[in-house]
């Protein structure tokens, strides 16, 4: 009788993460950033109908890359999760911190007991009352949470982004300059990309209760001229 193949732990977690990084790589990078009016997320996605960026509740954002089938069922999850939590208690106990740490454990419990890890990363935004309040929630596809703070990078091509980006990354920018340079630092030296090329959301500080807003394309080709 064979004896059973045995994995050490350490190298079934490795590749299981090497197994998700792999998957996440294949996807375009998306950059959210603060503006002097709120909170930009850009994503370079030429879909006009398959959306990376999407609205979770009044002043909450989330953002996926990876896998689309995957990210977009976790989306659905916190949106009934947001508007449960919402009719049962009230809208202002609806926050990123809790629907971060829900998804945070539903990505660990699927790295470390689905047949395969989930392929994808979020954020979860949420506009405050003023810049310092502002929260940027970064959930890795083990179910790792950072606190991240001024801009985020998600995606295969993320530390590149993040290089370019940390040197040219300004506080107080408007939403013209936040969408350009944002641009910039997915494009890198050697492409250049168009409003075509671009999805863009913005959660803005504006006073009334819903704050996410889709950028059109006509507006980002303006933003980008």
Known sequence: MSMPYYVPPEQ???DRA??????IARGRTLVALQYQDGIAIISENPSTTLHK????YDRIA???VGKYNEFDQLRVAGVRAADLKGYQFSRQDVDARGLTNQYAQILSQMFSEAPKPMEVELLVAEIGTDKASDRLFHVLYDGTVLDEHNYCVLGGDSESVTTRLKAT???????SEAVKTATSVLA????????????VAILERNGRRRCFKRIEDSEVQA???
């Not at 090497?18 to 998957?23: F, I, P, Q, S, V």
């Not at 890198?188 to 999805?199: A, F, Q, T, W, Y």
Request: hydrophobic fraction near 35%.
């Open 188 to 199: 890198g030296p050697d492409r250049k990309l168009s409003h075509e090329d671009l999805e």
């Open 169 to 175: 990354f300004k506080p107080d920018m408007t939403l």
């Open 223 to 225: 933003l980008l001229g």
């Open 53 to 56: 960026i999407s609205e979770i």
């Open 62 to 64: 989330f953002a996926g």
């Open 18 to 23: 090497d197994y998700a990084r792999k998957g």
């Open 12 to 14: 079934f977690m490795k």
